[in-house]
């Protein structure tokens, strides 16, 4: 499975960006996906995930009620749609595939497979 990882930029504070995540090779169809992210100069951590067959969602508290993640099954891609966003918000976002497939995965190392990683920079 190869993930790619698009739609990272530069936005203002409050503003908003749609993140997508592709895949080659195999569908995602028996998959839990996932969003993590690294802010810089910290470990890399958990923003949401998604069971793609159940529908199952996961959020981090810290986006919570501004971050969705959603699915497109014909097209075979995750998004995850960020509101609101915060300086605090600037990271390299990655998404990530675990085919065990079980729930909504919060560690990063369930995760078999990882995308290449897109740059959010939010600006006060």
């Known amino acids: 499975v190869q993930l790619q990882a698009s739609g990272g930029g530069l936005v203002q504070a409050g503003g908003s960006l749609r993140l997508s995540c592709a895949a080659s090779?195999?569908?995602?169809?028996?998959?839990?996906l996932g969003w993590f992210r690294q802010p810089p100069g910290k470990e890399r951590e958990f923003v949401a995930a998604?069971?793609?067959?159940?529908?199952?969602?996961s959020y981090a508290d810290s986006v919570k009620d501004r971050f969705t993640i959603f699915r497109d099954i014909t097209k075979n891609t995750l998004y995850l749609q960020m509101d609101t966003l915060r300086p605090a918000d600037t990271a390299v976002y990655y998404c990530?595939?675990?085919?065990?497939?079980?729930?909504?995965?919060?560690?990063?190392?369930?995760?078999?497979?990882w995308g290449q990683g897109t740059l959010v920079t939010v600006s006060s």
């Open positions: 990530a595939a675990d085919t065990y497939g079980v729930g909504v995965p919060k560690y990063a190392w369930e995760y078999d497979y």
């Open positions: 090779g195999r569908t995602f169809s028996s998959y839990a």
């Open positions: 998604i069971n793609w067959s159940s529908g199952s969602i």
